[in-house]
């Protein structure tokens, strides 16, 4: 039998892992996928992508200005290892596959070396929803299933 002390430190040490802030605050880049659960802009739609995302300069249009993005990044960098410079403000369904732009469910800070990956995905799906080789819900689906919380 374990004596209730040896117990309780256990069960603190498990607990103060736990909730250490190390794996609260933890970048998502650390961890390789998104915190967060992606969103879509709602006037993306399969019958919409010819007007919208496969549309040349489509994601200059839609995308944030700079003020708002750099607001985003230093407030999601707060307490993380490094500077907001050592992260992209990255859209986890990306605006060139019809992900919100603005919305807190699509934007995490994810560190460059997993960005240039992610980057390349991206292109691709968008190669194919555009080449009707791929619907965007299909596109939508791999992308959350790589990079997408767990």
């Not at 607990?15 to 998502?28: D, G, H, N, R, V």
């Not at 006037?43 to 607001?71: L, M």
Request: proline share 8%.
């Amino acid at each position: 039998m374990i004596p209730p002390t040896a117990r309780c430190t256990v069960y603190l040490r498990w607990l103060s892992a736990l909730l250490s802030p190390a794996l609260i605050l933890a970048p998502a880049a650390a961890q390789g996928r998104a915190p967060v659960p992606g969103e879509v802009d709602a006037h993306v739609t399969q019958a919409t992508i010819h007007s919208t995302i496969c549309e040349h300069g489509y994601t200059a249009k839609v995308r944030p200005p700079r003020h708002f993005t750099d607001a985003t990044k230093r407030r999601l960098a707060n307490g993380l290892h490094g500077s907001p410079q050592d992260y992209e403000l990255d859209h986890l369904i990306p605006l060139g596959l019809g992900g919100h732009a603005t919305s807190a469910n699509n934007l995490w800070l994810q560190a460059w070396p997993e960005a240039a990956s992610k980057d390349r995905d991206e292109l691709r799906l968008h190669r194919e929803v555009c080449a009707g080789r791929m619907t965007l819900e299909q596109a939508h689906h791999e992308m959350l299933a790589k990079w997408g919380p767990r």
